[in-house]
C-alpha cells in the first residue's frame, strides 16, 4: 500500500512505522530509506536531514489531533464531551498493544537540546494542547483556565508514562476521573458562596 503513495508520503510513512515502533533516535535515515524503498538523493530531496524528518513526523501527528479535535467540534459537541473524547483517547492509546509513550514526550526526551527543531515541534504540539484544553475550559465557565490547562496537561503525561510502565487498563477511567475531579475542584472554587 505505501508503494503507491507519492514518495515523500512514503518515506514519512516508513519513518512513522519505524518511529513507533522503536524510538526516533534508534532509527537511522539509513534504514528509512530502505523502508520506503528509495534512494538517499530522493530522501534528502525531500528531507535535508533526520531532523526534517523527525519534525515532518511530529507535525503530521499535531495534525491529526488537530483534524480529530476540529471534526468533534464541528459535530456539534460540546467542551465537556470533547475534553472526555480526548482524555479516553489518550486512555485508549495508552492501552493499545506495542504502546511506548507519549509521541511527543519520547522526541522532547531524545532532542533535549533547546534549540533543535524537534523541539521546537515538540513546543507547537504542546502550545496547541494548552490553547485547546484552555478554551475549552473557558467554555465551561472555569475561572482559571489556564491553570486547570497546566493541572490537566500533567495528568494526561503522568497517564502516558503511567501506561507505558505500569497497568495500561488502568489508565482511561482514572484519566477521566482525576480529570472530572480537577475541574470540578476548579468550578466550585468559582461558585459564590
Not at 47 to 76: I, M, T, W
Not at 130 to 141: E, I, K, P, Q, S
Request: aromatic fraction near 6%.
Amino acid at each position: 500500500m505505501t508503494a503507491q503513495l507519492p514518495v515523500r508520503e512514503r518515506i514519512l510513512a516508513s519513518a512513522t512505522a519505524l518511529f513507533d515502533a522503536t524510538s526516533i533516535r534508534s532509527v537511522s535515515a539509513d534504514r528509512v530509506i530502505a523502508d520506503a524503498g528509495t534512494t538517499k538523493v530522493t530522501f534528502y530531496r525531500h528531507f535535508p536531514s533526520k531532523d526534517h524528518l523527525v519534525v515532518a513526523y511530529l507535525d503530521q501527528q499535531l495534525g491529526l489531533l488537530q483534524q480529530a479535535v476540529a471534526k468533534e467540534r464541528a459535530a456539534g459537541l460540546d467542551a465537556c464531551t470533547v475534553l472526555l473524547h480526548v482524555a479516553e483517547a489518550n486512555g485508549s492509546a495508552a492501552c493499545r498493544p506495542g504502546f511506548r509513550g507519549c509521541t511527543f514526550i519520547n522526541a522532547a526526551a531524545e532532542y533535549p537540546a533547546a534549540g533543535n527543531p524537534v523541539r521546537a515541534a515538540v513546543a507547537r504540539y504542546r502550545s496547541w494542547l494548552h490553547d485547546v484544553v484552555a478554551g475549552f475550559l473557558r467554555d465551561l465557565g472555569a475561572d482559571e483556565p489556564d491553570l486547570v490547562a497546566d493541572q490537566l496537561i500533567m495528568l494526561r503525561d503522568g497517564a502516558m508514562v503511567h501506561g507505558f510502565m505500569e497497568d495500561p487498563a488502568a489508565v482511561t477511567d482514572a484519566l477521566v476521573t482525576a480529570g472530572r475531579a480537577i475541574i470540578g475542584a476548579q468550578m466550585r472554587r468559582s461558585l459564590p458562596a
